[in-house]
């Protein structure tokens, strides 16, 4: 297995690129680009969905032949929600930064007929699940039951410092629903102010799996299964990108027993 977290490459152009081959996994593809004014992200899908995320910043975006022009506006994934671009399977996309940018590619298998549209901030409400020191801040990207992609599940999640996230400790690991659905995931971390860090544990019920890290800003965590709780530190909030993807597109979790006591959901 490889190691699940991977340091940012540099801090231009294309700053990481995890595939279902480097990662050791079927489903979940997730790259990010750091652009200057003027510069362009191009690709074709092929066989595989795509949700671009704005990060930071704004640029000009086509995708399946529609021009959906400039789009974009926080220039830190602190200061409210994501402009973002789905695009089908089959299909191409262009980025031209017109600010500087950071633009997530967020990638799984493709399939039916869907089509390339914006996804403009309050397309989903903000969410805040927890209470206490449990409590973050939630924003759905594209969640099961908006019925317009094929496997890709992705969404934004604020933790204040000091308050734990991803918890109590739950898994979907199993394709065994309706109990559990079997979801890979990435999150992508970045905190405010950027030197702040987080401690993320991966790990499984027999501890044949079970990593604890230290997360800074820009690092990727990689969870093939098993547990994945954040704690964010004292004076730092958290922010993470998740991309999830398995066999069904939907998010159905199991809580790790000797925990489920403390909240009734995570």
Request: aromatic share 10%; hydrophobic share 35%; net charge negative.
């Amino acid at each position: 297995m490889p190691n699940l977290k991977v340091k940012p490459k540099g801090d231009r152009g294309l700053v990481h690129e995890i595939t279902p081959e480097s990662a050791g996994w079927g489903y979940v593809g997730f790259a990010l680009h750091k652009l200057q004014p003027g510069e362009t992200v191009a690709a074709e899908t092929g066989d595989r969905e795509v949700c671009i995320v704005f990060v930071s910043g704004k640029g000009k975006v086509s995708a399946e032949a529609r021009d959906f022009g400039e789009i974009g506006g926080r220039m830190s994934p602190f200061e409210g929600p994501p402009h973002a671009v789905y695009v089908p399977m089959g299909s191409g996309y262009s980025v031209t930064a017109t600010t500087e940018a950071e633009v997530a590619i967020c990638s799984a298998p493709g399939g039916g007929a869907h089509e390339a549209r914006h996804i403009p901030p309050g397309t989903h409400p903000q969410m805040t699940r927890g209470k206490a020191t449990n409590t973050r801040y939630v924003t759905n990207i594209m969640p099961e039951d908006d019925g317009a992609a094929h496997a890709l599940l992705v969404v934004e999640v604020i933790t204040p410092g000091g308050h734990t996230s991803s918890y109590p400790p739950h898994k979907h690991d199993e394709d065994d629903l309706p109990r559990e659905s079997y979801l890979e995931e990435t999150y992508y971390h970045r905190f405010h102010p950027a030197q702040g860090f987080a401690m993320q544990r991966v790990y499984t019920d027999d501890r044949s799996l079970d990593e604890t890290m230290a997360v800074e800003d820009g690092d990727v965590v990689m969870v093939p299964k098993g547990y994945h709780p954040v704690a964010a530190i004292h004076g730092y909030d958290s922010y993470y990108l998740n991309v999830m993807a398995g066999p069904h597109r939907v998010w159905k979790f199991h809580n790790a027993p000797e925990h489920a006591w403390l909240f009734t959901g995570v």
